[in-house]
């Protein structure tokens, strides 16, 4: 039996314009600009990561902004909403907040915590979570929201599934999670004890079309596991179930495996380490372009394709 896995490390997702994301993200929700750099897929489009402010494994939201991307379509095989905690008593600060921004919310109840529903300026589907188990965590301090109220990491995903039970099974009897309750076509599990992104719901919606993706839509959640010793059994252990995963990929501020979980979803467990502190100090994080050793000699070329930028808190522009 592998180690368990620890929740979430990050989710990553599509965006269009680069700015307006950046804006969101970092402006309206507090979140922090803990590293700029690129696609390593695609060293011509940006990689935006936030998180709190060191970018702790369970915060990170990150982006691949394509100017003029088409939007995506929600829909099956896809995550449908990605969820942040606030503390309890933050949410009516959240539902002023919004409604200032004139960004629509609407409240819900859900497994007795109170909701936010909302969307980025893409149309990604965004929840706000009062969620008791992250009272105690602090808030970062040097944001544009009151540390108080911060966001402070994930709550949870929504996968959602034309069959659940497919991702059911691979979710219980491969990954470690437990169901732990139901209501309606939502299944909630966990898989560790309740903190920063230990939950992910299942949505079963037979009748829907599969999601397209697209600006807007989530490209992957990725899992946290401790090393790459550990990562090695996950990848054996995934690869036992017979589903496809790939080698170990250097993600620069982790390791990487992927692979799709029968319902389409794909997942990545990455490593804790090393972490967005590799090639920055904490207090510089955010702050300039960071490329991985292998693009240094085209950063040139990359600087003058990459679309400019006005990063948070800085009158000049780069790129
Ligand atoms: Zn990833």
């Known amino acids: 039996m592998a180690e368990p896995l620890m ?27 803990v590293k700029l750099t690129v696609n390593f897929d695609d060293p011509g489009t940006y990689h935006f990561y936030f998180g709190d402010e060191l970018g702790t494994p369970g915060t990170i ?35 002023d907040h919004l409604a200032r921004l004139d960004i629509d919310s609407t409240p819900e109840t859900r497994f007795d915590q109170e909701v936010l529903v909302f969307a980025d300026p893409d149309g990604m589907a965004l929840e706000l979570v009062g969620d008791s188990a992250v009272d105690s965590v602090p808030g970062w301090e040097g944001g544009p929201i009151p540390a108080e109220h911060a966001i402070r990491g994930f709550h949870s995903v929504t996968l959602w599934e ?16 437990a169901a732990i309750d139901e209501a309606g076509e939502r299944t909630r599990y966990h898989i560790a004890e309740p903190g920063i992104g230990t939950r992910v719901d ?35 252990r995934v690869s036992a179930r017979g589903l496809h995963v790939t080698d170990i990929l250097d993600r620069q ?17 990455a490593t804790d380490p090393p972490g967005f502190t590799f090639d920055e100090t904490p207090e510089s994080l955010g702050t300039s372009l960071r490329l991985p050793p292998w693009y240094e000699k085209q950063r040139p070329v990359i600087e003058q394709v990459l679309p400019k930028l006005q990063l948070p808190g800085r009158e000049e522009t780069r790129g």
Do not use: C, M
Not at 162 to 177: E, M, P, R
Not at 203 to 229: E, F, I
């Open 7 to 33: 929740g979430i490390h990050h989710v990553t997702a599509i965006a269009s314009d680069p700015q307006r994301n950046l804006d969101f993200y970092t402006g309206k929700l507090g979140l922090r600009l």
């Open 61 to 95: 939201l990150t982006f691949f902004p394509w100017p003029g991307a088409r939007a995506g379509r929600a829909g099956t095989g896809q995550i449908g909403a990605t969820a942040f905690s606030v503390p309890v008593n933050s949410l009516g600060f959240w539902r």
């Open 162 to 177: 034309a069959d659940a039970n497919v991702t059911d099974t691979i979710l219980q009897k491969g990954l470690g999670f």
């Open 202 to 236: 299942v949505l079963h919606l037979p009748d829907t079309a599969p999601a397209r993706g697209g600006a807007g839509t989530v490209h992957h959640v990725a899992w946290r596991t401790t090393d790459r010793d550990t990562q090695q059994e996950w990848q054996a």
């Open 253 to 269: 501020y982790f390791t990487s495996i992927y692979f799709r979980e029968p319902g389409g979803v794909l997942f990545e467990i």
